[in-house]
């Protein structure tokens, strides 16, 4: 009976790995006593069809505590009102509050990339903000940042936040898609503090970039047919000798990312894949979605599957191994969710979440190049010897 007892320590691992190994960046440092110079902050919104989010995104920018920010919202050819909601909000605190009409999608861009560059050109300001219209941001966010981008002596600050799941759908399957992104980051601080540029990342819902160093790499251009555009950013600002910080706002920073199945299931199939591969030496890309694909069936499919299975057959073996298993994986997953902000109980129904994130990844799989989002389709160029780095 030793046997299947040993057979759940991969599982034990995982726990291990997120008890001890896992890390979240430190939480930004308090609103400073402004009293010297204060650069001018251009925070800079893309948004196509948004108008499910961008007045509660765009009314917690404007109420900024910082002294000197002006906000550019993009409005890359929306067909739902995003433009007139916006134009309707008043700027508050922020020195000017402007829509930019979005201008037709050129040739070898894609949509992000190319609103963003547009909002760039439409800015004055010294430091660059690049924030989604599905965030929400706590007032002293912006000071904070700006504070951590000095204290740390960066010229790209990226920020982590909370995730606002609101569905059930959200709070099995975002869960899911997070895990990923912590096996292959577990330390982010550490990891933005490597040498290494493939070991780079950052979030794009906010980016804070001095404008020198923004412009030195290229800014949107330089990475104006990526899908994983914030990835890129990062790993150019590391090649070219940069300095990249990541820091946390987890009651600062709130993001709801997608508000259905059919959002979360649109939304990750378009980058998960391609994002991950993009930070993979060329000689692993190949092998990285295969075994990606069967360590998350094997960790967190298998065992439920085969549990009324050797229930029915009789097996004392396999039933003694699958229920270890599936034991520590719904304590992996409570921990996890509780981290997230969800109640725990929620780690009880990992298989059905993991259900759906297999499905995903095996989309993006299969979809390779092939990208859809908001409406737009785009064929990608393959990923060079070194990910498409110019």
Request: charged content about 20%; aromatic content about 8%.
């Amino acid at each position: 009976m030793w046997l299947p007892i040993l057979l759940t320590l991969p599982w034990v691992g995982v726990l291990l790995f997120f008890l001890f190994v896992a890390r979240l960046p430190r939480e930004l440092p308090p609103p400073p006593v402004h009293g010297g110079r204060i650069p001018l902050v251009s925070v800079i919104v893309p948004a196509r069809n948004e108008a499910a989010n961008i007045e509660t995104c765009v009314l917690s920018l404007v109420a900024s505590t910082y002294p000197s920010f002006e906000v550019v919202v993009v409005d890359d050819r929306s067909e739902d009102g995003t433009a007139d909601l916006v134009r309707a909000i008043p700027r508050h605190h922020a020195r000017d509050l402007r829509v930019v009409p979005g201008q037709e999608l050129p040739v070898a861009w894609l949509g992000k990339p190319w609103a963003c560059h547009q909002g760039v050109a439409a800015s004055t300001g010294e430091l660059l903000l690049f924030t989604d219209a599905d965030t929400r941001h706590a007032p002293d966010l912006l000071e904070r940042a700006v504070a951590a981008l000095e204290e740390e002596s960066a010229d790209l600050l990226t920020v982590v936040g909370r995730q606002i799941m609101e569905t059930t759908w959200e709070r099995l399957v975002q869960p899911q898609i997070f895990m990923v992104m912590f096996f292959r980051f577990p330390d982010l601080e550490r990891t933005a503090e490597s040498p290494h540029w493939r070991e780079a990342i950052a979030n794009g819902q906010y980016m804070l970039f001095r404008r020198t160093a923004y412009e030195a790499i290229g800014g949107h251009e330089s990475v104006r047919q990526e899908v994983a555009e914030d990835l890129a950013l990062a790993q150019r600002v590391k090649r070219a000798g940069h300095r990249l910080r990541i820091r946390g706002a987890y009651d600062g920073l709130g993001t709801r990312m997608y508000r259905s199945l059919r959002g979360l299931v649109e939304g990750w199939s378009k980058n998960l894949v391609v994002g991950g591969r993009q930070t993979l030496p060329p000689w692993l890309r190949p092998l990285a979605p295969p075994l990606s694909l069967a360590a998350g069936v094997g960790l967190w499919l298998v065992p439920p599957t085969m549990l009324p299975w050797a229930l029915a057959a009789g097996s004392p073996a396999a039933l003694v191994w699958a229920a270890a298993a599936c034991a520590i994986s719904v304590i992996i997953w409570s921990i996890f969710v509780h981290r997230m902000g969800l109640s725990a109980a929620y780690g009880l129904l990992y298989p059905i979440g993991a259900a759906v994130g297999t499905y995903i990844f095996v989309r993006s799989w299969v979809r390779g190049r092939h990208v859809e989002w908001k409406g737009r389709s785009y064929v990608l160029p393959p990923l060079g010897p070194d990910a498409r780095q110019r």
